[in-house]
């Protein structure tokens, strides 16, 4: 209550934390008639809440906080936050705890308000650190102070690393972002640990509490949020920086700042320790030893905001809020979230013209008082107080169904990341908080159970959520069994997941052995020493296992490793030719020397039987010239030419070896599926994207470029040809694919056949256009023929109609010379089956012998002279 009764007494509790302050203040309220108990956090309210009605019985226990009223009938003592006490109710004690919080910049003032007019009928109680001595007794007259000691001493032990922490530690650091990185580091090496953030509601906060008290987990990573009040049974207290933004500027902490901290270590008669991590270089000697020895500058001031305010105007309004203090130790408060909103709002047009008289102007004062738990620092929340006021002002006076529902029920869902659903969690807060606003929504009691009930399920999924990403249960059990000592048992399942005590420690992929995270630090060394001494007795079967089995389990990936469930077990390597590559293990620190050659035979064996299966006729060409010995020269040559590119080899690379082949060889490569055409020869068979694949990859291994992944994918079988992306694939890796690059396209080697024999029928008639038929003959549009025709040595022209015309461009061209047959081979020739006849096209029948010409009369006769070489003859050309 307001005021200073003649028969009250003030006295102020001061000292460090740990000296029994909070409850040696309740204990004093409840020996009186009635009392009541302000906490700087909604946590501690709850906390003390659920303390006293389990002594006292909920009947007569109040709660008040800005977001849960739990107001009995006839309640005795009311447990609230500091802003939320209602100070019009008289009482026969009052109590603040943390009362040096008058000198905090964002709340201060309010404390320093509860510090000069609240007070009981009987007893006044204020509680906090002795920092706050000289001013408490300049400001309150007649104020008796109390010394509490410290129960426990506190030790400084300097700077240490996140791993060599010892256990039942909590690490501190000043952002979310270092709160997780600590926490994913303390997991990895620690197995686990529990988080509290500011922003936790107090639903999931305590369940991190809870996790960490009850032993799951031994260390806990915070922010300066477990500075006040949160008693739990932790040892040592490490900062991670000694620096914090405070909303508005980054700034050192003060000492009373790191004490406060600090002193969450070590509980009632239990000493603690408090350093800092590694990362920080330090504490200043002088700092250290006024903590440790409880000795602190005094605060220089507290702030203050006029409390009587003019609600005559907005203007009003505002110019008392900038009221300079009454007395020197106080400072005005800096502008608040509120008065921010307060201007933002009167800045509107519609709420300026309706907010003229004192109720409205108060009504639109407490709307600016809603808080914002988001801290967005965006002008989203003045938006939605002033839609909210502006609800409250209509005819109505008060907060539509609809529009609560639809602002509410936007926040139900619990899928998300952990920031996720802290937004939401603070949304639904502060709709609390609107809910417990009286005469602001019809029915409040039904939209704060809908509120109360949206934040609990989305605490449980935040907790659920940090539990997940920040703890490993199965790790944290396993690095407690190790402290413990003793000789740790393990196996290895059939599945490769290896087991330590029954727990899952790693598996093993291949014949590698991948750790989980159960920590690489001093505790896990013996843990991986079970599990190494336990994986070198398997790792023979295992091998065996593996030498036994089927193809089928074995596979290739793209970058040329042999695969054994999924894991790579193997490697191909540059060998003698590209249809030869060479079989290496992979290095593994498990496997003896015998273990890699019965995995090298193994892989081998695989390797030549798959190849035959994709690419067979190639190596079945190539085993037929190597294994006869009346295979001639020529068939030997373009035999290892076509297994040098690879199935499709330029027919200039091999022109002299096709040229000397016989009917019979012709004949006999023809059967094989060769296939001579004018600008390419290759092994018809091979023209699918299956084997493709697998000559490609054979390639690029012998040409070193096996993890190359820019190289390009086989088109579909079906596909003629496809866009060239990489201008500098040399032509070799095309004809591995079966195709020959034309220009900005590479088109399959059997289609450019076809289409070359098109074109060329086209241009003896003349200059030609680019025909649908062309360009269907492998499947392109016309546009990408006519852009590569260039390249096929079409060059083109516009003709005065505008059409686009092409025309064989004029090349001087060596024929090679021709060789006489024999008769009977040209009989023989006539009758046999040709390898230039592309695969598409039908085998060309014996020509029939044609009648003898008539002879034309001596009369018919064109003049030798009017004849056309005649005519050619006179024609000169140009250089």
């Given at each position: 209550?307001?005021?200073?009764?003649?028969?009250?007494?003030?006295?102020?509790?001061?000292?460090?934390?740990?000296?029994?302050?909070?409850?040696?203040?309740?204990?004093?309220?409840?020996?009186?008639?009635?009392?009541m108990?302000?906490?700087?956090?909604?946590?501690?309210?709850r906390?003390?809440?659920?303390?006293?009605?389990?002594?006292?019985?909920?009947?007569?226990?109040?709660?008040?906080?800005?977001?849960?009223?739990?107001?009995?009938?006839?309640?005795?003592?009311?447990?609230?936050?500091?802003?939320?006490?209602?100070?019009?109710?008289?009482?026969?004690?009052?109590?603040?705890?943390?009362?040096?919080?008058?000198?905090?910049?964002?709340?201060?003032?309010?404390f320093?308000?509860?510090?000069?007019h609240?007070?009981?009928?009987?007893?006044?109680m204020?509680?906090?650190?002795?920092?706050?001595?000289?001013?408490?007794?300049?400001?309150?007259?007649?104020?008796?102070?109390?010394?509490?000691?410290?129960?426990?001493?506190?030790?400084y032990?300097?700077?240490?690393?996140?791993?060599?922490?010892?256990?039942?530690s909590?690490?501190?650091?000043?952002?979310?972002?270092?709160?997780?990185?600590?926490?994913?580091?303390?997991?990895?090496?620690?197995?686990?640990?529990?988080?509290?953030?500011g922003?936790?509601?107090?639903?999931?906060?305590?369940?991190?509490?809870?996790?960490?008290?009850?032993?799951?987990?031994?260390?806990?990573v915070?922010?300066?949020?477990?500075?006040?009040?949160?008693n739990?049974d932790?040892?040592?207290?490490?900062?991670?920086?000694?620096?914090?933004?405070?909303?508005?500027?980054?700034?050192?902490?003060?000492?009373?700042e790191?004490?406060?901290?600090?002193?969450?270590?070590?509980?009632?008669?239990?000493?603690?320790?408090?350093?800092?991590?590694?990362?920080v270089?330090?504490?200043?000697?002088?700092?250290v030893?006024?903590?440790?020895?409880?000795?602190?500058?005094?605060?220089?001031?507290?702030?203050?905001?006029?409390?009587s305010?003019?609600?005559?105007?907005?203007?009003?309004?505002?110019?008392?809020?900038?009221?300079?203090?009454?007395?020197?130790?106080?400072?005005?408060?800096?502008?608040?979230?509120?008065?921010?909103?307060?201007?933002?709002?009167?800045r509107?047009?519609?709420?300026?013209?309706?907010?003229?008289?004192?109720?409205?102007?108060?009504l639109?004062?407490?709307?600016?008082?809603?808080?914002?738990?988001?801290?967005?620092?965006?002008?989203?929340?003045?938006?939605?107080?002033?839609?909210?006021?502006?609800?409250?002002?209509?005819?109505?006076?008060?907060?539509?169904?609809?529009?609560?529902?639809?602002?509410?029920?936007?926040?139900?869902?619990?899928?998300?990341?952990?920031?996720?659903?802290?937004?939401?969690?603070?949304?639904?807060?502060?709709?609390?908080?609107?809910?417990?606003?009286?005469?602001?929504?019809?029915?409040?009691?039904?939209?704060?159970?809908r509120?109360?009930a949206?934040?609990?399920?989305?605490?449980?999924?935040?907790?659920?959520?940090?539990?997940?990403?920040?703890?490993?249960?199965?790790?944290?059990?396993?690095?407690?069994?190790?402290?413990?000592?003793?000789?740790?048992?393990?196996?290895?399942?059939?599945?490769?997941?290896?087991?330590?005590?029954?727990?899952?420690?790693?598996?093993?992929?291949?014949?590698?052995?991948?750790?989980?995270?159960?920590?690489?630090?001093?505790?896990?060394?013996?843990?991986?020493?079970?599990?190494?001494?336990?994986?070198?007795?398997?790792?023979?079967?295992?091998?065996?296992?593996?030498?036994?089995?089927?193809?089928?389990?074995?596979?290739?990936?793209?970058?040329?490793?042999?695969?054994?469930?999924?894991?790579?077990?193997?490697?191909?390597?540059?060998?003698?030719?590209?249809?030869?590559?060479?079989?290496?293990?992979?290095?593994?620190?498990?496997?003896?020397?015998?273990?890699?050659?019965?995995?090298r035979?193994?892989?081998?064996?695989?390797?030549?039987?798959?190849?035959?299966?994709?690419i067979?006729?190639?190596?079945?060409?190539?085993?037929?010239?190597?294994?006869?010995s009346?295979?001639?020269?020529a068939v030997?040559?373009?035999a290892?030419?076509?297994?040098?590119?690879l199935?499709?080899?330029?027919?200039?690379?091999?022109?002299?070896?096709v040229?000397?082949?016989?009917?019979e060889?012709?004949?006999?490569?023809?059967?094989?599926?060769?296939?001579?055409?004018?600008?390419?020869?290759?092994?018809?068979?091979?023209?699918?994207?299956?084997?493709?694949r697998t000559?490609?990859?054979?390639?690029?291994?012998?040409?070193?470029?096996?993890?190359?992944?820019?190289?390009?994918?086989?088109?579909?079988?079906?596909?003629?040809?496809?866009?060239?992306?990489?201008?500098?694939?040399?032509p070799?890796?095309?004809?591995?694919?079966?195709?020959?690059?034309?220009?900005?396209m590479?088109?399959?080697?059997d289609?450019l056949?076809?289409?070359?024999?098109?074109?060329?029928?086209?241009?003896?008639?003349?200059?030609?256009?680019?025909?649908?038929?062309?360009?269907?003959?492998?499947?392109?549009?016309?546009?990408?023929?006519?852009?590569?025709?260039?390249a096929?040595?079409?060059?083109?022209?516009?003709?005065?109609?505008g059409?686009?015309v092409?025309?064989?461009?004029?090349?001087?061209?060596?024929?090679?010379?021709?060789r006489?047959?024999k008769?009977?081979?040209?009989?023989?020739?006539?009758?046999?089956?040709s390898?230039?006849?592309?695969?598409?096209?039908?085998?060309?029948?014996?020509?029939?012998?044609?009648?003898?010409?008539?002879?034309?009369?001596?009369?018919?006769?064109?003049?030798?002279?009017?004849?056309?070489?005649?005519?050619?003859?006179?024609?000169?050309?140009?250089?």
């Open positions: 209550m307001y005021g200073s009764p003649a028969r009250s007494r003030v006295t102020a509790v001061l000292g460090p934390t740990n000296t029994g302050k909070t409850y040696l203040a309740v204990e004093r309220m409840l020996g009186h008639r009635s009392g108990i302000g906490f700087p956090l909604r946590l501690l309210a906390e003390n809440y659920d303390r006293i009605v389990a002594v006292k019985g909920a009947g007569k226990v109040a709660l008040v906080t800005g977001e849960e009223k739990i107001v009995p009938p006839n309640p005795s003592w009311f447990v609230c936050t500091v802003e939320s006490m209602p100070l019009d109710r008289p009482v026969a004690f009052l109590a603040v705890d943390e009362i040096q919080m008058a000198a905090d910049p964002e709340r201060g003032h309010v320093t308000e509860r510090l000069l609240a007070r009981g009928l009987e007893e006044t204020f509680l906090g650190a002795d920092t706050a001595r000289p001013l408490i007794r300049a400001l309150v007259p007649g104020v008796e102070f109390i010394a509490r000691p410290r129960f426990s001493s506190l030790t032990t300097g700077p240490q690393k996140v791993t060599r922490l010892p256990p039942r909590a690490v501190v650091a000043f952002s979310v972002a270092e709160v997780y990185r600590i926490a994913e580091l303390v997991r990895r090496q620690r197995g686990g640990t529990a988080v509290v953030l922003a936790l509601s107090p639903r999931a906060r305590n369940a991190q509490v809870a996790m960490y008290q009850e032993g799951e987990v031994d260390y806990l915070a922010t300066d949020a477990i500075g006040m009040g949160l739990m932790v040892r040592h207290v490490a900062f991670s920086a000694l620096r914090k933004f405070d909303g508005r500027n980054p700034r050192p902490l003060t000492s009373g790191v004490a406060q901290i600090a002193g969450r270590a070590g509980r009632h008669m239990n000493d603690g320790t408090f350093g800092t991590t590694a990362e270089p330090g504490m200043d000697p002088e700092l030893q006024s903590i440790e020895e409880h000795s602190f500058e005094p605060l220089p001031s507290l702030f203050w905001r006029n409390a305010l003019d609600f005559s105007s907005l203007k009003a309004l505002a110019n008392s809020l900038e009221i300079r203090p009454p007395h020197p130790g106080l400072i005005r408060a800096r502008e608040g979230e509120d008065q921010e909103v307060l201007a933002t709002l009167s509107d047009e519609e709420i300026a013209r309706v907010a003229t008289t004192r109720d409205r102007i108060g639109l004062w407490d709307v600016c008082q809603v808080p914002d738990f988001r801290k967005t620092l965006t002008d989203g929340h003045a938006r939605l107080l002033g839609q909210i006021y502006k609800h409250l002002v209509s005819p109505q006076g008060r907060l539509p169904a609809d529009f609560v529902a639809d602002q509410i029920e936007r926040l139900d869902r619990t899928e998300g990341d952990i920031d996720a659903l802290m937004a939401r969690i603070a949304a639904t807060r502060t709709w609390t908080y609107v809910s417990h606003r009286a005469g602001w929504l019809e029915n409040p009691a039904e939209w704060q159970e509120s109360r949206i934040e609990d399920r989305l605490s449980d999924a935040l907790h659920e959520r940090l539990t997940h990403r920040f703890v490993d249960k199965r790790a944290a059990t396993l690095v407690r069994r190790l402290r413990d000592g003793g000789e740790l048992l393990g196996a290895v399942t059939l599945a490769g997941t290896v087991l330590v005590e029954g727990e899952q420690v790693g598996c093993m992929t291949g014949f590698r052995f991948e750790p989980e995270a159960v920590g690489v630090g001093e505790d896990a060394k013996p843990l991986m020493a079970a599990a190494q001494r336990v994986l070198r007795g398997d790792i023979g079967a295992r091998v065996a296992r593996f030498a036994a089995v089927p193809d089928a389990e074995l596979g290739l990936d793209p970058e040329g490793r042999i695969l054994w469930q999924g894991a790579p077990v193997a490697r191909l390597l540059p060998g003698t030719s590209p249809l030869s590559p060479r079989v290496e293990t992979l290095p593994e620190e498990l496997l003896e020397a015998h273990h890699r050659e019965q995995i035979t193994r892989c081998e064996a695989w390797l030549n039987e798959t190849l035959r299966r994709r067979g006729a190639l190596l079945h060409l190539r085993d037929t010239v190597e294994g006869g009346s295979v001639g020269g030997r040559g373009l290892f030419q076509l297994a040098e590119w199935g499709v080899v330029p027919r200039a690379a091999v022109r002299d070896q040229a000397a082949l016989t009917p060889e012709r004949k006999r490569l023809a059967a094989l599926g060769l296939r001579i055409g004018i600008d390419s020869v290759w092994l018809q068979p091979l023209l699918n994207r299956r084997a493709a000559r490609l990859l054979l390639w690029a291994i012998a040409a070193g470029r096996a993890a190359d992944a820019t190289l390009p994918t086989p088109p579909p079988d079906k596909a003629g040809w496809m866009a060239v992306e990489d201008d500098t694939l040399p070799q890796a095309w004809a591995a694919l079966g195709m020959r690059r034309v220009g900005s590479a088109v399959r080697v289609r056949e076809r289409l070359t024999a098109m074109l060329r029928a086209a241009a003896r008639q003349g200059p030609f256009a680019a025909t649908d038929a062309m360009a269907a003959a492998i499947g392109c549009p016309l546009a990408a023929l006519e852009a590569a025709l260039p096929l040595g079409y060059s083109a022209r516009t003709q005065e109609d059409t686009t092409h025309a064989a461009e004029r090349t001087e061209r060596k024929r090679p010379p021709r006489r047959r008769p009977q081979e040209t009989a023989a020739a006539s009758t046999a089956p390898a230039e006849t592309p695969a598409e096209e039908p085998p060309v029948r014996a020509a029939k012998p044609r009648p003898p010409r008539p002879e034309r009369p001596h009369s018919a006769r064109r003049d030798p002279e009017d004849s056309p070489f005649a005519r050619l003859r006179e024609l000169t050309f140009r250089e």
